[in-house]
């Protein structure tokens, strides 16, 4: 069936009102951290919120699909189907660092339509859909004509762990060859980069959840995003993902990893 896109930005929209007020009223308070078989974290907080956007989702398009984090699929064969990260930097949250997000993305035919990032104690959110463009906290972003040298860019990664040895090597090698790198940053970086703030994303081990919501932002702002070797990004990429607002600095980002 389908449906109007503005109709499911609006409820990405209110959703995400909803999971920033729970965020923001548990940062710094007490809540339960426990360990997951995959060695990651997982909190009361991140299952809270999923748990609210199942019913949601469940009241509002019940035809839809969901994929999460923490609860896994349902009617994952649907046509719209949507992917959402609770708490995206649970390791922020728990540490007290406040550069944690909510990630909430929504495909239709296997294909990201819809995108939104959402970091509560900043109070910033960039939202946007197909044709419809990308808006950080109600103001609408316009592709940023890079005019720098690769050796000027800003590149980030959410942490040096995420990569093996062997491609940790090539990393470095993107690292040296800008102008700094920065690190800790989560989904924050996406949004930065949306913004103009940072240059370059590159990052592995990544889950769907993780990167899905980012593809659609930066697609209609224009940028590019993907994985090493340059495929588009979907539910089966292998979770190496790189991200730029360049096409001439994709290609090497490309060309130094693959």
């Excluded at 040895?165 to 989904?187: A, H, M």
């Excluded at 980069?193 to 993780?210: C, H, R, T, Y």
């Excluded at 930066?218 to 590019?224: A, D, M, Y």
Aim: glycine share 6%; aromatic share 10%; hydrophobic share 40%.
């Amino acid at each position: 069936m389908q449906v109007d896109t503005s109709e499911l930005l609006k409820f990405a929209n209110n959703f995400a009102d909803q999971s920033r007020l729970i965020l923001r009223k548990n940062f710094l308070s007490s809540f339960n951290v426990e360990k997951k078989i995959d060695g990651s974290f997982v909190t009361n907080v991140d299952r809270e919120v999923e748990s609210l956007f199942i019913k949601k989702l469940q009241n509002g398009f019940n035809e839809h699909g969901l994929i999460g984090e923490e609860f896994g699929e349902l009617n994952s064969d649907a046509e719209y189907i949507w992917v959402i990260d609770p708490l995206d930097g649970t390791h922020s949250f728990i540490s007290g660092k406040p550069l944690f997000g909510t990630l909430i993305s929504c495909l239709k035919d296997s294909k990201p339509i819809l995108g939104l990032i959402d970091i509560p104690m900043l109070n910033q959110r960039w939202v946007g859909a197909e044709n419809l463009g990308v808006y950080f906290n109600n103001t609408k972003c316009s592709k940023n004509i890079v005019e720098k040298k690769f050796s000027e860019t800003i590149v980030t990664s959410t942490s040096m762990l995420m990569f093996d040895e062997k491609n940790l090597e090539k990393v470095k090698k993107i690292y040296s060859s800008s102008q700094f790198p920065v690190f800790g940053t989560d989904c924050y970086a996406y949004g930065l980069l949306i913004s103009g703030k940072i240059d370059l994303i590159v990052e592995a081990n990544m889950k769907p959840w993780d990167y899905l919501a980012q593809v659609a932002l930066i697609n209609e702002v224009g940028g590019f995003i993907s994985d090493w070797n340059g495929q588009n990004l979907n539910l089966n990429s292998n979770g190496k993902v790189i991200a730029s607002m360049d096409r001439n600095h994709h290609k090497k980002l490309i060309n130094i990893l693959s």
